[in-house]
């Protein structure tokens, strides 16, 4: 995982709850003030891949949700290359995120 990446994340809109947390060697969590979710991840160039989520139920080769990630002025923002099954888009294709320093 690239260290720009490593870290706690959080919406750049005010009305967007939770974070997303980055953790080498290739773990995610998804968490708000209620619950944390999570998985596996890896990195490769601008291509980021989840995959492994405890709540989806699917494990590789299935549930591996693609997408391209860009980190522009300080924003981390995600573009899914293929359909996720396991619901991880409604957290990255509408979202920017800011790091937590």
Known sequence: MP????????????????????????????ATPEDSAGGNVVVRGNEIDFFNAV??????????????????????????????MCGRVSNLRTRKYRKIP
């Open 55 to 84: 709540r989806c139920g699917l494990s590789l080769p299935a549930g591996v949700g693609r997408y391209t990630w860009t980190l522009m002025e300080g924003e981390l923002g995600f573009a899914p290359l293929n359909e996720d």
């Open 3 to 30: 260290p720009e990446l490593v870290g706690t994340w959080t919406p750049t809109d005010p009305a967007q709850i939770g974070s997303l947390v980055l953790t080498p060697p290739h773990q995610y969590v998804f």
